[in-house]
Structures are given as C-alpha cells and as structure tokens.
C-alpha cells in the first residue's frame, strides 16, 4: 500500500512518488526562480506572474513553497520577497520592527486581555485553524531580520509561541502580534497555538484546554 501516488505540493497537478514532494518541471522552475532572485535582489507575485506566465494561484503557491524551504524570506510590506540567504540581502532593505507605522489599535481585543487577567472572562489554550483566524486589519508589518530568525530558530527547536485571539462571528480575531502570525502564515503551519480570550466556539478549535489562568506579561525584546 506504500506506492500511492501524490500531487506535487507546488502544482498539485502533477503525479509524483510519494517519496518526492516535489515534480520535475516545478523543480526547475523554481531552480530558475532562484537564480533570478539572487540576481534581481528580490522577487514579487507580479515579476514571477510576467517571468513564467503562469496562474497567481500557482505563482503563489511557488512562492509559499520557497518561503517554505527558507530560500525566501517572508514578504515584507510592499510585498517583495528577498532571498532568505543572508549575504543576499542588502542591509538597506530590511526594515526594523520597531519605530515603524503601528497597527490600527483593537479596542476589543484589550478590553478582553485585561478582563481575562483580571479573571472576569474566561481564558482557554487551543490549536486554531489557520483559516479559522482572522487578522483584525489589513497591516502588515515591517518584520526586522533578527525577528525571523529568532522565530525560525523557535520554530525549529518546537516551541511554539501563541497568538492572542478572540471570538467573533465564528472565526477568531487576531490583532496581537502580526509579526508572529505572518510568519506561521507564510512558513505554512496550518494549525496555530492561540490563547482565547472568552469562550471558544465552532469548528475551527482543535485541542482546547481550559479555562487556564493567562501567562503573565514578558515583554522579549529582539
Ligand atoms: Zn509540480
């Protein structure tokens, strides 16, 4: 029963042996993607679109994988993707988290965070379901260098950090830490650990504990 076959996870429309995840023509696109990269400095959706004439939903999907396999870095604000290789990256272009524009301000979500310390309103842990949440404005933040990295090096060693959201309408709000949560987003993690903040409902939850008593607040400066 070992010898099923899968889809390429870039195209999803090619067969490939189970023990490959990628196709033949997908590897070399993406081969010539990244010799372009490096010489262009970086890439978006709209260059890769004119470059190979293909679908976005398969531009995207490339560019995901990439992230993915740390060839590129997540986007930044204006959508440009640089090559995840550090000597590639002009230092001029990474822009720093802090001091930058801040996020639109979620009165909700305070009003709960201190309500939930406060112990008026319950607080649970659970894995959410990426589409599940939804970030409460359109930011997007100007993420520094030694933030990735210090997430991807989280990441890797298996502590994952959670996210603070609450309910609403059946999804659940993010508006706590765009940073973090653009980077489960283009990493491609599709379940995120999250603190709610009230009382959790519909399908998206996966693992809920609780009521919990809040972590207290630690300010980690990067
Ligand atoms: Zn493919």
């Not at 959706?45 to 590129?72: F, G, N, Q, T």
């Amino acid at each position: 029963m070992n010898n099923n076959t899968t889809f390429c996870v870039v195209c999803k429309t090619s067969k490939i042996n189970e023990s490959d995840n990628i196709c033949a023509d997908c590897l070399i696109q993406i081969k010539d993607l990244e010799e372009s990269v490096k010489k262009a400095g970086y890439t978006t959706w709209p260059i890769i679109h004119e470059e190979l004439r293909v679908s976005y939903a398969s531009v995207i999907r490339k560019l995901d994988y990439m992230v993915k396999k740390k060839i590129l870095l997540p986007p930044d604000k204006n959508g440009k993707y640089f090559p995840a290789i550090k000597t590639n990256i002009k230092l001029s272009d990474i822009k720093v988290k802090f001091g930058g524009k801040n996020p639109p301000k979620d009165k909700k979500c305070i009003e709960l965070f201190m309500k939930a310390h406060q112990g008026q309103i319950p607080a649970y842990w659970g894995m959410i379901d990426i589409e599940g949440i939804k970030p409460f404005s359109n930011y997007r933040p100007e993420t520094s260098q030694a933030f990735i990295d210090n997430i991807h090096q989280k990441l890797k060693s298996g502590d994952l950090p959670s996210l603070y959201v609450y309910p609403e309408n059946k999804l659940f709000i993010m508006s706590d830490d765009y940073n973090l949560y653009y980077i489960y987003l283009y990493s491609g993690y599709k379940k995120l650990p999250c603190f709610i903040l009230g009382e959790p409902t519909g399908k998206y939850i996966s693992d809920l504990t609780g009521p919990i008593k809040l972590p207290k607040l630690e300010a980690e400066v990067i």
